[in-house]
């Protein structure tokens, strides 16, 4: 008499040993690491082949010398040859012998950026023409983990020549190991693009907004900060104070109190911030903490008087403007031609359709 078929039922966690939690969080954790890895060697390979695809066509470029019929003609024959392949368009193509050009050297490539995925170099071989600040925008995005969306962001709200720009007195009142990071950690201006302000003048709507978009302004911030809360209270005596916005930053290992102006920048908002600064670094701050830095964003500032102003602080502080558009910070020349990450995006999607060119991108 033959048995009849069964399923072997899932035991219930109820009846694993206590350890079983720690084993599937281990197990779990090695499936991560194993995908991640294999993504990240999938792309290393496939920038490794269009480097040496584009290094060839350079080489052949240079030496015969041809026209750009040569790259439509290989693009045609190498999909007879591989139906089912992607990614080798006129348009690609042309963008391996840039990448090629733009990297003489694969060994430098290899351990400095080969681990970002193709978009993102196609990108900055697109909008960043200086190869200094090709350079300093991927060990960015290699030290941040930005995604292509991300990287585009940065790139058109010309985030290179903000970084480490606000009028700040950390050379006077930081010690030299930690003053040259703070400066970098700061900028100006910040770029809060985001926002949909009714009047320009309301400081309590500038705030409102920056909060119901945090994921954003901590983007634009920059790496390290994390959100505590805003209108913060600080009991000192019998009186109360309210922070507009209160950060820490684990980079620099101290709070960072935001005071946020939607008018032009005057000394006596120094008096406050500072005032601010005293009471969390007494009744907030750990005694491990570094000293709590303050960042005063005014709508518009003169930079003299906001360096005179800072003059005698023994606290920490940065002095920035804050745009809602990155064009009003740029020379008119530039403004009309800034393209928008839509459009950068729209223009990748109709070139690159080999389903690789994002692995190892997060959403």
């Not at 294999?38 to 010398?65: D, F, K, M």
């Not at 950390?170 to 809060?192: G, I, M, R, W």
């Not at 500032?301 to 990155?326: D, H, M, T």
């Not at 009003?328 to 729209?346: C, D, H, N, Q, V």
Request: some cysteine; aromatic content about 10%.
């Amino acid at each position: 008499m033959s048995e009849s078929a069964s399923f072997e039922a899932t035991p219930t966690k109820s009846g694993m040993p206590h350890w079983y939690p720690e084993l599937l969080a281990s197990v779990a954790q090695q499936v991560d690491a194993g995908r991640s890895r294999a993504v990240s060697a999938a792309n290393q390979e496939l920038v490794s082949a269009y480097w040496n695809i584009g290094r060839e066509l350079v080489i052949r470029e240079t030496q015969e010398g041809w026209g750009a019929k040569v790259v439509t003609l290989l693009s045609a024959d190498l999909r007879d040859k591989y139906p089912d392949a992607r990614g080798f368009s006129p348009r690609n193509l042309r963008y391996m012998k840039s990448f090629a050009a733009a990297w003489p050297e694969f060994a430098m490539l290899q351990t400095l950026s080969a681990t970002l995925p193709w978009s993102h170099h196609v990108l900055l071989i697109e909008k960043v023409s200086a190869p200094e600040d090709r350079l300093w925008y991927i060990h960015r995005t290699i030290d941040e983990g930005w995604s292509h969306s991300v990287l585009a962001h940065q790139i058109e709200t010309k985030l290179l020549e903000r970084s480490g720009k606000a009028v700040t007195n950390f050379n006077a009142t930081l010690p030299s190991s930690e003053s040259e990071l703070a400066q970098q950690s700061f900028k100006d201006p910040y770029v809060f693009d985001f926002l949909s302000m009714t009047d320009g003048r309301n400081e309590r709507e500038l705030e409102n907004q920056l909060i119901q978009h945090v994921e954003k302004f901590l983007l634009e911030l920059g790496q390290g900060f994390a959100f505590v809360g805003r209108q913060v209270r600080l009991s000192i005596g019998n009186d109360e104070f309210f922070t507009d916005l209160l950060f820490y930053n684990f980079k620099l290992r101290c709070f960072v109190v935001v005071e946020l102006k939607a008018t032009a920048f005057k000394p006596e908002y120094l008096g406050q911030i500072n005032m601010y600064m005293s009471a969390v670094d007494d009744l907030l701050a750990h005694t491990d903490d570094q000293p709590t830095i303050g960042l005063l964003l005014c709508k518009t500032k003169n930079n003299v008087v906001a360096e005179y102003s800072l003059r005698g602080f023994s606290k920490p502080i940065g002095i920035a403007e804050w745009e809602s558009q990155i064009v009003r910070s740029l020379p008119s020349e530039f403004a009309s031609t800034l393209p928008s990450i839509e459009a950068i995006e729209a223009e990748l999607s109709q070139d690159i359709t080999d389903p690789t060119v994002n692995q190892g991108e997060s959403p």
